[in-house]
């Protein structure tokens, strides 16, 4: 059974940071393009970033970049995203999923329950 478990998410002030992880389990993460997804109340889900499988290319949303980075530790099978310098927009519930970026917003597949970030003062 293929799952995952997102943690780290929690109540920041602008500007502060944050590191979300992500546990797989029933699969290898490194054998597969892996990325992270968030959704805000009353929207459809938002892609935020991949890193490839065999290359550890990355590539990120327009709105982080030069803010988040996504990395993965292959021995304890564990996926990463630091968030620096979050604003009130990056509030939403965020999400980790096998697949790159054109398959992370797809409703099929695999989905966790999320880790939520709430950026206020």
């Known amino acids: 059974e293929m799952q995952v478990v997102e943690s780290g998410g929690g109540l920041v002030q602008p500007g502060g940071s944050l590191r979300l992880s992500c546990v797989a389990s029933?699969?290898?993460?490194?054998?597969?393009?892996m990325s992270w997804v968030r959704q805000a109340p009353g929207k459809g889900p938002e892609w935020v970033s991949t890193?490839?499988?065999?290359?550890?290319?990355?590539d990120y949303a327009d709105s982080v970049k030069g803010r988040f980075t996504i990395s993965r530790l292959n021995s304890k099978n564990t996926l990463y995203l630091q968030m620096n310098n979050l604003s009130v927009a990056d509030t939403a519930m965020y999400y980790c999923?096998?697949?790159?970026?054109?398959?992370?917003?797809?409703?099929?597949?695999?989905w966790g329950q999320g880790t939520q970030v709430t950026v206020s003062s």
């Open positions: 029933g699969f290898a993460i490194g054998s597969t393009d």
């Open positions: 999923r096998p697949g790159g970026k054109t398959w992370s917003i797809n409703p099929r597949g695999i």
């Open positions: 890193v490839e499988t065999g290359s550890y290319r990355t």
